[in-house]
Every structure is written in C-alpha cells, then in structure tokens.
C-alpha cells in the first residue's frame, strides 16, 4: 500500500531553507515515529503475520525523497520556494495499514535540517494510492537514489552505477534476498530476469551526519527504467524499494508504465502529480 502525504512549510519557524543533502534527517525523522508508536507497530506486524520484532528496519516499507515542486538551490543549501510539498511512503503488508499511517504521521511535525539550516514541516493530509496489478514487465522512475555496492579485490566495498556490467544480477540478487527476508524462504518463481535504462542516469552524492565524527557520503543513481520478472517481485521492489540503504529512505520507485494485462492496452500512471520529477 502506497500513501501520499502533504506537508506544510513553517517557514515562520526557522526558514525555508533545507540542506542539500537532507535523506539522513528525513530517514531519522520517520523512524522516530515508529519508535514512538512501537506498540502499534508491533501489534500491526503481528496482524499481518510477521514477528512482532522491535526493529523498524526490517524492509517491510520504502520512502521517497521530498517532492518540491519549486526550487533554489544555493551551493549545499536548497531553498523551498512553495507552502505544500508531498512525499510518499509504501508498505508491503496491508492490514491496519492506513491506520498505522495516520497514527503515526498525520498531524505530525518535523524539523529537518542541520546546524546550518531547518525546515518545520507538518503533514495536513494523508491519501492513500490506488493498487497497482502487476504483470511480468513494468517500467519505474527512481523516486530517490537507488543504490548498490559491490566488493573490490581487496574486499573494500564501493558504490557502482548502472554502467557496470554487474548492475543487472545485484539488481535482481537484491529483490531475491529481500523476498527470502520477507518471506523465509527461497524465492522459487520464475527465475526470468531482465533490466533496462530507459534514460541517463544521473548520480547523486548524498552526505549523511553531516558536519558530525560521523560523517560519510553515500552514492546513488536517479533514472527510469524496465524490469521484466515475476509479478510478485514487483509487488516486493514497488512497496519495499530497491537496492540497499532502503532504511535511509533510498530506492523508493514510482510506476511509469505496466504490460498490459488481461486484454488492456498497457497502462500509464492516471494522474500527473502522482509521478514528480523534481524529487530533491
């Protein structure tokens, strides 16, 4: 299940100006939540079938990125120019799970931002996203930077972009492994597999902690893009992301265009402001 949820800019509060690199404290911020509400979240995994396990990174739900729908950006500052903004947010399993939404965010205040900069937002509105049917080939816009790494000879990790040869089996290693997390089990399926770019893709650097000990950067790649597998493995990448760092609000894909199914002519996402291209 998908929601879409709008927030408001306070900008009488502390500004309207966030840092560039702003995935960190956006991730911190929804994961607040959850520890807040662990109760409900327990109880909520528990009713979908899944350990009621206290720990939110267990790749059940995806985030996107903020979409802003008018921009400065300023070195590594970004001005928000408008007073609603929106992101969305998915989850796999589906009892209970608009009310877990709405007790967990609607009406709810954050502040992000760091010691340079922070943006008050609060969310006014939740609304929930028709579900999508899946057939084997589907094609997706990176709605935040879907990242992968892979091992050097020196067993020294590096980020890689979908110009290595590789990027096709970590991209289909990764859905196998989050189905065998999510479900227990191999995934048994039809082992078909194909990826393909459908533009340029366009790399991002994200900086997390930033100006802390901590500090470390993380690459990721934004791009359109065809998958052809089994229909259940879309249902897992759509509402649980792709690639790693997912629990860091990476990955997050939105629906471009689906096969056509049961004698459709193929379908298109159905409304404009659904697919936002200038995700920040």
């Not at 059940?60 to 979409?67: A, D, E, Q, R």
């Not at 459908?198 to 991002?204: I, N």
Request: with cysteine; charged share 25%; hydrophobic share 40%.
């Amino acid at each position: 299940m998908r929601f879409k949820l709008i927030l408001s800019v306070k900008a009488e509060s502390f500004g309207n100006i966030l840092p560039v690199s702003y995935q960190y404290e956006l991730s911190a911020a929804v994961y607040r939540r959850f520890r807040e509400n662990m109760e409900s979240y327990l109880h909520w995994l528990s009713s979908n079938g899944f350990p009621p396990v206290d720990d939110c990174r267990n790749r059940l739900f995806s985030f996107s990125n903020l979409y802003i729908p008018r921009i400065k950006v300023e070195n590594d500052r970004l001005y928000i120019l408008v007073k609603k903004i929106q992101m969305w947010i998915s989850f796999l399993p589906g009892r209970g799970t608009r009310e877990l939404v709405e007790k967990l965010f609607l009406g709810t205040t954050f502040v992000l931002g760091d010691k340079l900069s922070r943006v008050e937002l609060t969310v006014d509105e939740i609304v929930e996203c028709p579900v999508p049917e899946f057939g084997r080939e589907t094609e997706y816009l990176a709605l935040s930077p879907i990242v992968f790494m892979m091992a050097r000879s020196n067993r020294s990790m590096e980020y890689i972009g979908p110009e290595n040869p590789d990027y096709a089996d970590c991209f289909h290693r990764t859905v196998l492994g989050k189905y065998e997390k999510i479900f227990g089990r191999p995934f048994d399926g039809s082992p078909d597999f194909s990826f393909q770019l459908l533009s340029a893709p366009k790399r991002k650097g994200i900086f997390m902690m930033r100006f802390t000990p901590e500090e470390s950067k993380v690459i990721g790649y934004m791009y359109k893009f065809r998958l052809s597998m089994d229909p259940i493995l879309h249902r897992i990448l759509y509402d649980t992301g792709a690639g790693e760092k997912v629990n860091l609000g990476f990955g997050c894909v939105e629906i471009l265009r689906q096969e056509a199914l049961q004698g459709d002519k193929g379908r298109t996402a159905p409304e404009k402001d659904d697919i936002p291209i200038k995700i920040m």
